[in-house]
């Protein structure tokens, strides 16, 4: 019975280390990061986000819901926003920021330039 367990304990560890992001995929993590106004909460669709490691970058545009999402192995990624659509601009100095090696999501606020 002792083995059993000890066997059942190992399984379980060890897929908890293949999933360890959330992600239905072993071996890769999601990383979002939601787009909005800053005065009223309006998701932004259209924001133009990179993803990067040493060795490569990959880009994902936000969607209707402001989410732009990006999945790939669990790396730290440096992240930047490459286009914003007219009318904004980021409400916060940061527009740059590198991730853990987990799936995170993150806020990003803009406000709109009256344009």
Known sequence: MKKIFVCVLSLVIALGLFTACGNHDPGLCTYTVYCYGAENAEEIAGVVIQFCTDT????????AQGAAVFTGPPANYHVKIVTIPGGW??????????????GEVYRLPFRATGN
Do not use: L
């Open 89 to 102: 601009e980021p409400a916060q100095e940061e527009t740059e920021w590198d991730t853990g090696t987990s």
């Open 56 to 63: 490569a970058c990959s880009t994902v545009t936000s969607d």
